[in-house]
């Protein structure tokens, strides 16, 4: 499914590259899983092949699925965010699924989301580690489909809810 030294997606941690593909004996039969070396962190992670796509690994989006991101981060937020009654553990548990799920457009939402909710209050620390690791997904793997700098996308994010 994933090619050796594809650029991938990990949900919640960004992009990696397949490194290598490894054989291991686990319980007694022959596994093979991906090595993934991480981008933007001194991390690297097997993933067994057999289970690559239920954790959600998947390959870097298309330059039309950023468009939809862009498209996306322009609509209205979400009734569930303006909602006032519904308190920062709801909303974190919804936010934390869809973040597992690694779904871009997910993810996008997620941000949209916080800063609109930044824009009406101070966000609560929760919310601000949340609103900084979307964004930095988002920019990671933007700024390697656009083949543009991290910094330079960063900033374009940010002047949309400017």
Known sequence: MFNLNEKVVYPGHGVAEVSRIVEKIVGGSVTKFLELKFFNKDMTILVPMASSVAVGLRRLSSKENIEGVMKILSEPVSIFCENNSVNWNKR??????????????EVCKIYRDLKYISSKKELSFGEKDLLSKTESLLAEEISIVNNEGEEKTIQSLRSMFA
């Open 92 to 105: 974190n548990k919804d936010y934390q699924c869809k973040l597992r799920s690694g779904d871009i457009y």
